[in-house]
């Protein structure tokens, strides 16, 4: 899945731009139509009609949202030394001098 769908955060405000314009268009059409016609709900349904346009284009991952992916470094197999049982025993020793 990761393969697939990489980050890419100058693609993120790309959709954040887009998102917003869209919705900023819409709710003054909204606002000017339902003047216009005197019904507030006119001007709700404009601005619903410009939410769902602006959902289809910005959330799912189109391929121009994806141009500049992250470069990420190769995971580091790093193993582990398993702990000793003195280790444990000389902090103990310690504390009781």
Known sequence: ?????????VGQ?????WSRLI???????????GAIVQQFSQTVYVLGVGFLLSSLITI????????NPLKWQKPVNVEQKP???????????????
């Open 1 to 9: 899945f990761n393969e697939c769908v990489s980050q890419d955060f």
């Open 83 to 97: 702990q000793t049982a003195d280790s444990g025993d000389e902090g103990k020793a310690k504390k009781k001098k």
């Open 13 to 17: 405000a790309r959709a954040e731009r």
């Open 23 to 33: 919705i900023t268009v819409f709710g003054v059409i909204g606002l000017i139509y």
């Open 60 to 67: 799912p991952p189109w391929p121009f949202y994806r141009s």
